[in-house]
């Protein structure tokens, strides 16, 4: 369903201006530097972080990236414009967004291990699953409300530091934690 409603959307959108070219330069050099980068850290446990391998993957990483940078400043149509992160306010979204989803992404890799090795499955899926999903339900439609009335940086202020304290009240995990504990501060 969402494939065809998209199909159907966008094929009855008009583009304003000319058209634009897609950037395959900064496609593959960006796709080259987020594939190298992801096989070093995924492999960098098992093959040892100092071996050659993996330097060799972060290094054309590396290059990739150098090269997905260079061509964003030539091309006519980048596939990122990176002139955007000039803008202050779009430059400090990123910023707080990258540090709140490392912060969320992070306990939620986290959280399941905690809870497995005093747990069953059965007993943590539900802990860990069930009230964020809830949550997430429940605030989404009023935050684009909210958002749409007094704009995007007291709600963003408020929620970020809603996060910090959620996590913050994790300080105290242990392996004796029960379900109130776990599911209640996110």
Known sequence: MAILSAAWIISGAKAIGPARRFDLIG??????????????LAQGQREGWDSDYIILCFSFSLL??????SSAFWVQAPIIDLRLFA???FLMANIINFVRAVAI?????LLPFSCRI???????????SWPYGHQR??????????????GPRIPLF??????????YLYKDISLRSDYWFLSGPR
């Open 137 to 150: 339900s429940l605030v989404s439609p009023f935050s684009g409300i909210i958002a749409d009335r007094i």
């Open 105 to 109: 992404f992070g306990s939620m890799f």
């Open 27 to 40: 496609f593959i050099n960006f796709s080259f530097f987020l594939g190298f980068l992801l096989v070093a």
């Open 64 to 69: 990739g990236l150098i090269a997905f940078i």
């Open 87 to 89: 803008n202050h306010n």
């Open 118 to 128: 005093s747990w069953t499955t059965r007993r943590s899926a539900p802990a860990l």
């Open 158 to 167: 408020c929620g970020t530091v809603l996060l910090a304290f959620s996590l």
